[in-house]
């Protein structure tokens, strides 16, 4: 019978300590995961379109893109962000901080946007501890960009509706409890298989020079 690579048998001998250091790991990455408050998610979309005259579909598709583009940086701007609390008294300020470069670090890190690449498709999405200021926010910034979405790009003759409603999510989404947990059970598999075969290699070579 072929005998075992010297390292697998190593592994498979202390896969009691592989194991205890792979849990503590998951349970370090969901502790760590509590030290960011729970937060809901609320989703928007917009297309934006864009009257060319004549052109081909693919040019009046790429200039949508382009200017939904635009829009969603300029989502992040402070002229943005005030533009959306004039409109709705009913948005918590104090979440977003006092002071204004506080405000905007954390008015970029609640707002996500995505493109879809070749259309004039524009997702928002909205991170909040109360799901309801979340959706509240999503559905503010659709409807400042629907209104005054002209004066965050470049680009003339726009047309911006809303074609998805925000939508919310019924459990916290960000931190993502599972993920971390699962990202911490890898690490700490990877760490104490790696510690295992350091200290057997460690050994080896002690006894290896004691024997000398």
Known sequence: MSQQPFSLRTILHAWPLILVIAATGLFLGVVLSFLRPLEYSSTTRLIIRQNLGAVDVYTAARSAERVADDLSIGIYTD???????????????????????????????????????????????????????????????????????????????????????????????????LVNAFSGLVLGLLAGVGYVLIESERMRRRHTFINE
């Open 79 to 177: 002229e943005v962000y005030d533009a959306v609390l004039e409109h709705s008294a009913a948005i918590d300020e104090s979440y977003f901080g006092e002071e204004r470069r506080k405000i905007r670090d954390n008015w970029e890190d609640a707002i996500s946007t995505a493109v879809s690449r070749g259309t004039g498709y524009l997702t928002i999405k909205v991170y909040h501890t109360d799901v309801a200021q979340a959706e509240l926010v999503a559905s503010t910034i659709a409807t400042v960009l629907t209104e005054q979405g002209t004066d965050f790009t470049s680009g003339t003759n726009i047309e911006i509706r809303v074609v998805d409603q925000p939508l919310n999510s019924k459990w916290p989404v960000r931190p993502n409890i």
